[in-house]
């Protein structure tokens, strides 16, 4: 969302780090990569390392309604890699999402895949998951 608080049809998802007694590292950075539209509803898991993933829904970078996308960050907040597309399905909104780490530091992703075209009768309100082994693992 816009850290302004500014009302657009164009919105990206912002992030800052914190220290642990809540003492801002840096200033806030964009976390989208792609730009067009509106990006939001972010959802964030940390690592034990450190490390963190925040995903979100995209506004037509799809091709179609909503997708959910998804990146990587080192403990520093670099960014590793490339944003994930998470959804093989593009048809309708992909949303409500949900991210957390798993014991093997994998990245465990849920999101709900809406679609109310007549074409896609078979796949109205289905959940998905991913599990993701990110760049710095071995």
């Known amino acids: ?16 780090r914190f ?3 809540g003492v801002p590292l840096e200033n806030e950075w964009r976390v989208n990569i792609v ?5 939001g509803f972010p959802a964030v898991a940390i690592n034990d ?8 829904e ?16 080192t403990v520093d907040g670099e960014r590793v890699g490339e944003e994930i597309a998470l959804s093989e399905v593009t048809n309708g909104w992909q949303e409500e999402l949900s991210v957390a780490f ?3 530091g994998q990245a465990l ?8 075209t007549n074409d896609d009768a078979g796949r109205f309100n289905d959940i998905y998951a991913r599990r993701i082994k990110l760049l710095d693992q071995e």
């Open 1 to 16: 969302t816009n850290p302004d608080g500014a009302q657009s049809r164009d919105a990206d998802v912002f992030a800052r």
């Open 49 to 56: 390392n450190g490390s963190f993933l925040i995903a979100w």
């Open 58 to 73: 995209s506004d037509w970078q799809d091709g179609d309604r909503s997708g959910v996308y998804a990146q990587y960050f």
């Open 19 to 21: 220290s642990s007694l």
């Open 109 to 116: 992703i849920t999101w709900m895949s809406f679609d109310d």
């Open 102 to 104: 798993n014991n093997a």
């Open 35 to 39: 730009a067009l539209d509106k990006q």
